[in-house]
């Protein structure tokens, strides 16, 4: 809990790196580099998801997304989108670390393409190994509070519970089991997949999660760097209104100005 | 360009991201990221599925038969 710190301190640290934003956003799907780049610009957010593909050979002179997304300014996050078994993740992760020369990486093996759910026991064995080769790992996971644990028992740095499937903009489904995972983790916890507009992003907050990691509610929003402005809005409110801590709900209603002295 | 060699040039066959290519032989593997047309140090390159770090890609030669993945980054969420 950070409720002592004063506002303008309200920092987060993953594995020793602190940071003010509690968004984190991909960076698949935009209509261009461009948009990618001034959507990340108004989100404030100061980490980025990237994937790792193949060079394209046939088109060596392609626009990267290095030109526009500066690694210096902005963490990347190399993800292990796309990967189905704890190998495949873990070669990816190695090709990553050398790319960009980063041991911060976010892991997600996943285990079926219909509902790219992740795969736990794949997600916790190669958290184990990538956490013994010196990985510094942010776990997208089940938002299943014992599977949270066996993350972090494995050795993550992050515990990343699905809000509702990749790309469904559903919102957080299951509050319950969010706030179970908030209480008892050690690390920080992120939603990570499934806010679909502001409002979610702001009850993931609520629930008293460390930050937000979004892509498609951004990318496929009508105006994506309006969206990326309401999201940072959202989970900024989000975080404020937790630290405030709500007023407690009632049955019935209860009047707010005095009784006494009604003429 | 690589479809003008002769024959009496030593070339070795390799698989770059899963496509047969002929490189002259004595090619590093830094040379061979140059030669597809990319800058060695924005990519990785993982050899028959070992990576090769970056400060020996000037250095390692590359080899007939070997099996080469080379990746940046891309946009993904």
Known sequence: ??????????TWTVAGRTFRSRLIVGTGK????????????????????????R???????????????????????????????????IRTLRLAREAGGWTLVKLEVLAEAKTLYPDMIETVRATELLAREGF???????????MARRCEDAGAVAVMPLGAPIGSG?????????????EQAKVPVLIDAGVGTASDAAAAMELGCDGVLMNTAIAEAKDPILMARAMKAAVEAGRLAYRAGRMQKRRYADPSSPLAGLI | M????????????????????????????????????????????????????RSTLGE????????YEIVHFVGGG
């Open chain 1, 55 to 89: 060079v394209n050979v046939s088109d060596p002179n392609a626009p990267m997304l290095t030109d526009y997304i500066d690694p210096k300014r902005v963490t990347y996050l190399p993800n292990t989108a796309g990967c189905f078994t704890a190998e495949e993740a």
């Open chain 1, 1 to 10: 809990m950070n409720a002592h710190h004063p506002v303008d301190a309200d």
């Open chain 1, 30 to 53: 935009y209509k261009s580099l461009e948009q990618n780049a001034a959507a990340v610009e108004a989100s404030g957010a100061e980490i980025v998801t990237v994937a790792v593909r």
């Open chain 2, 2 to 53: 690589l479809q003008s060699m002769t024959t009496e040039t030593e070339t070795h066959s390799i698989s770059v991201n899963g496509e047969h290519r002929r490189v002259p032989a004595g090619t590093t593997v830094a040379g061979l990221v140059q030669l597809i047309g990319f800058d060695p140090a924005r990519v990785a390159v993982e050899r028959n599925l070992a990576v090769v770090p």
């Open chain 2, 60 to 67: 390692v030669q590359v080899e007939d038969g070997d099996d």
């Open chain 1, 136 to 146: 510094e790992v942010m776990v997208y996971c089940t938002d299943d509070p014992i």
């Open chain 1, 170 to 182: 559903l919102g957080v489904q299951n509050p319950v089991t969010i706030r179970l995972i908030v």
